[in-house]
T-cell receptor, first 112, second 114 residues
Framework: QKEVEQNSGPLSVPEGAIASLNCTYS??????FFWYRQYSGKSPELIMF????GDKEDGRFTAQLNKASQYVSLLIRDSQPSDSATYLC????????????FGKGTHLIIQP | DGGITQSPKYLFRKEGQNVTLSCEQN?????MYWYRQDPGQGLRLIYY???????QKGDIAEGYSVSREKKESFPLTVTSAQKNPTAFYLC?????????????FGEGSRLTVL
């Protein structure tokens, strides 16, 4: 059974600080991981994906993957109120034909 | 513009009725998916299709049916057998390959059973 676990939160972070979102997964065969942002009532939008161990940076966002620990994280630097949303972690494994396995999401609140 | 179109955005259904949610994509993607999302929950896979005229059950297929007669279209029928159909339904597509597999989502359809 493929599982992706996230702390549901809410995670409250002051504006301008670094928000750290974490995710663990059970399937050691998982190859790639995706972070989606979802505003209330809207569909998810992709922030970034990572498939190699280490860090991947894109603007204010950094994804980190540690396959030995089965751990994925997303750091958001200089957090803005517009970053307030639910962040979904998802993994893909095997051939990937059956899509992504999603965690339940972490609700992030950026306090002005 | 390329994308995924879901309709209707909002739908109300009486108990015992079947309803069909439409999903059309012009991204030329082979794979299409239906997910269900309940409040405070992640996305759960209902059905997926990798190619025309073929589809597979996901984790929660009971009470749902799909068809894939055209590459662009993947409609979902919520049948009266689905005991708790009130939810947010998301259609997605992907031009998946190993190590990628990004999903592109439609805007979603919110179904409420009265």
């Amino acid at each position: 059974q493929k599982e992706v676990e996230q702390n549901s939160g809410p995670l409250s972070v002051p504006e301008g600080a670094i928000a750290s979102l974490n995710c663990t997964y059970s399937d050691r065969g998982s190859q790639s991981f995706f972070w989606y942002r979802q505003y209330s009532g809207k569909s998810p939008e992709l922030i970034m994906f990572i498939y190699s161990n280490g860090d991947k940076e894109d603007g204010r966002f950094t994804a980190q993957l540690n396959k030995a620990s089965q751990y994925v994280s997303l750091l958001i630097r200089d957090s803005q109120p517009s970053d307030s949303a639910t962040y979904l972690c998802a993994g893909i494994s095997g051939g990937g034909a059956d899509g992504l396995t999603f965690g339940k999401g972490t609700h992030l609140i950026i306090q002005p | 513009d390329g994308g995924i179109t879901q309709s209707p955005k909002y739908l109300f259904r009486k108990e015992g009725q079947n309803v069909t949610l439409s999903c059309e994509q012009n991204l030329n993607h082979d794979a299409m998916y239906w997910y269900r999302q309940d409040p405070g929950q992640g996305l759960r896979l209902i059905y997926y299709s990798q190619i025309v005229n073929d589809f597979q059950k996901g984790d929660i297929a009971e009470g749902y049916s799909v068809s894939r007669e055209k590459k662009e279209s993947f409609p979902l029928t919520v049948t009266s057998a689905q005991k708790n159909p009130t939810a947010f339904y998301l259609c997605a597509s992907s031009d998946w390959t190993p190590n990628t597999g990004e999903l592109f989502f439609g805007e979603g359809s919110r179904l409420t059973v009265l």
